[in-house]
């Protein structure tokens, strides 16, 4: 159970904020910004799929589909980045291997969620297709761009841009968006989901 934790704002989102900073000072704005632009997109997505139901009832019911994941977007998203990014300097095999170990956490996060009832099927596959074509799309446009060695002090620096973001308390990103979805619908109360947290 702890493990859904994990993949959710709190924890996702200082995450890529330090993956932001560790590409910003070792490779250069360009591909900083490359993953901005990917990571956001995708995450603009899963906020655009949750409140859509929560504002306005927006889903297929048929198959059980209320939302998008946010959590496997964001496990699927950073997981496989994170592992490509700590293990330059390394060999090809080395890093593939690295990235595939970030999918497989992924996925074992999609089976968290599904086994614990926080999301259907169908919103884990949504979630986890987009949060991959994010990571698989940013390693593979900066795979032609110059590596820097892993240091210390790219370590801490990351580390230091991860703590001062979690203390910026990311998770209070389902109260607004549970308030933005309200202000647009003019409803009162969201609609029920199983689990409204991105």
């Known amino acids: 159970m702890k493990l859904v934790y994990v993949g959710g704002t709190s ?3 200082p995450a890529a904020a330090a993956i932001g900073a560790w590409l910003l000072v070792s490779r250069g704005y360009r591909v900083a910004l490359w993953w901005s ?3 956001l997109s995708g995450l603009g997505l899963i906020i655009a799929s949750k409140m859509a139901f929560m504002g306005w009832g927006v889903g297929i019911p048929s198959i059980a589909f209320k939302a998008m994941s946010g959590h496997a977007y964001l496990t ?3 997981a496989p980045v994170g592992m490509y990014l700590l293990l330059q300097g390394n060999s090809v095999k080395v890093r593939a291997v690295g990235v595939l170990l970030g999918i497989a956490f992924s996925l074992a996060m999609g089976a968290c969620l599904a086994f614990y009832d926080f999301h259907s099927i169908p919103e884990i596959v949504g979630g986890t297709l987009i949060g991959g074509t ?3 799309g940013f390693i593979r446009k900066s795979a032609s ?8 002090a790219l370590l801490v620096g990351s580390a ?3 703590l001062v973001v979690w203390q910026l308390r990311p998770g209070s990103l389902e109260r607004w968006m549970v308030s933005a979805a309200l202000h647009l619908s003019g409803n009162e109360k ?9």
């Open 11 to 13: 924890f996702m989102l």
């Open 190 to 198: 969201p609609f029920i989901t199983r689990d409204s947290r991105c």
């Open 145 to 152: 761009l110059p590596t820097a060695p892993v240091n210390p």
């Open 160 to 162: 230091l841009v991860f």
């Open 134 to 136: 994010v990571s698989l």
């Open 76 to 78: 699927t998203s950073v």
């Open 37 to 39: 632009l990917l990571f």
